[in-house]
């Protein structure tokens, strides 16, 4: 099992950087992919990034593909994601996940959740 708690968000301007990050507790990080989703009020719950259990693979949504990028530190535990070029559309609650396989981008195949952290982008 892993704990997952994110950190980071904040408000920013549009146009602006901010970088998210998620610490999993446990010993078996490198077992867990890993995945960055968000929820804006009113609206399901969607996938955002996601990388393999290694580092080596990578997914994006269309919506953040070229100015998101995630990243991950195993010997850290954690999880990061780089967001540049915000939008107010941006604006959302980040949940981190984790699931012990391969990478995916569906929100049913994520076991472990974190609390969720807000992102405001003001225009």
């Known amino acids: 099992q892993v704990q997952l708690v994110e950190s980071g968000g904040g408000l920013v301007q549009a146009g602006g950087s901010l970088r998210l990050s998620c610490a999993a507790s446990?010993?078996?990080?490198?077992?867990?992919?890993m995945g960055w989703f968000r929820q804006a009020p009113g609206k399901e719950r969607e996938f955002v990034a996601g990388?393999?259990?290694?580092?080596?693979?990578?997914l994006y949504a269309d919506s953040v593909k070229g100015r998101f990028t995630i990243s991950r530190d195993n010997a850290k535990n954690t999880v990061y994601l780089q967001m540049n070029s915000l939008k107010p559309e941006d604006t959302a609650v980040y949940y981190c996940?984790?699931?012990?396989?391969?990478?995916?981008?569906?929100?049913?195949?994520?076991?472990?959740w974190g609390q969720g952290t807000q992102v405001t982008v003001s225009s």
């Open positions: 990388i393999s259990l290694s580092g080596i693979s990578t």
């Open positions: 446990g010993r078996t990080f490198s077992s867990y992919a």
């Open positions: 996940a984790a699931r012990r396989s391969i990478l995916a981008r569906n929100r049913s195949d994520y076991n472990y």
